[in-house]
C-alpha cells in the first residue's frame, strides 16, 4: 500500500518485441558507433532481440562490409585495453576472446602487439602491490600464494617465475 492510501501496480517487465533486421541494423549501427563490438556480440544481441537465424546472418554482413563490425579491429583494441590497463596476461586475454566468437587466428595477431618487458613490468608492480595483502606464515606458502593469483591474471608459468623471483626475492 502507498502512502495515499491507494494500493501500488505491481510492475511487470515489460514484453520486448522482436526487433525486425532492419530495427537490429540500425541499433547495432549505433552501438558500434560509440565502442567496438565483435561479430559474436552482435549476434548474441540479436537473438536476444528476437531476429530470425537467416537474417541474423544478413545484418552482421552488412556491418561487417560497412566496417562497423571489424573483428580484427575488435581484438587489437581489447589486447591494448586488458594488457595496458587491466594488466591481464595473453592466456585470460585470449580465452576472453575465444568467448566473445573471435577466431584463434585473429587471436594470434592480435597478440603480437603486447610487449613483453612492458608486461614483466606491470606483472612485478601487481605482485608488489598484491603482496602487501598475503598473509603467509612460510616462504614457501607466499610463493604459492602469489604464484596462483599471477596465474589466476593470465600470465604463464616463465613470466611468473621470474616476477615472483624478482618481487619476493627483493622483499626479503
Known amino acids: ?3 495515499d492510501g491507494f494500493i501500488a501496480e505491481e510492475r511487470k517487465p515489460k514484453e520486448q518485441k522482436p526487433k525486425t533486421a532492419a530495427q537490429a541494423l540500425q541499433s547495432l549501427m549505433r552501438l558500434a558507433a560509440r565502442s567496438e563490438k565483435s561479430s559474436g556480440d552482435a549476434m548474441r544481441l540479436m537473438q536476444r532481440w528476437g ?3 537467416a ?3 544478413a545484418v552482421l554482413q552488412k556491418l561487417i562490409d ?3 563490425i ?3 579491429r575488435y581484438a587489437e583494441a ?3 585495453e ?3 590497463l587491466s594488466g591481464w596476461g595473453w592466456r585470460k586475454i585470449s580465452t576472453q ?3 566473445k566468437g573471435i577466431s584463434q587466428d585473429i587471436i594470434r595477431e592480435a597478440l603480437r602487439e603486447i610487449d613483453g618487458e612492458a608486461v614483466q613490468s606491470a606483472l612485478q608492480e601487481k605482485l608488489r602491490r598484491k603482496l602487501r595483502t598475503i598473509k603467509a606464515s612460510s616462504d614457501y606458502e607466499l610463493r604459492g600464494k602469489i604464484f596462483r593469483y599471477a596465474l589466476s591474471q593470465g600470465f604463464d608459468y616463465d613470466q611468473i617465475s621470474e616476477a615472483v623471483a624478482a618481487v619476493v626475492g627483493s622483499e626479503n
Open 1 to 3: 500500500m502507498c502512502n
Open 51 to 53: 531476429v530470425p537465424e
Open 55 to 57: 537474417e541474423r546472418r
Open 66 to 68: 560497412n566496417r562497423f
Open 70 to 72: 571489424d573483428d580484427s
Open 78 to 80: 581489447y589486447v591494448r
Open 82 to 84: 586488458k594488457s595496458r
Open 97 to 99: 576472446l575465444k568467448a
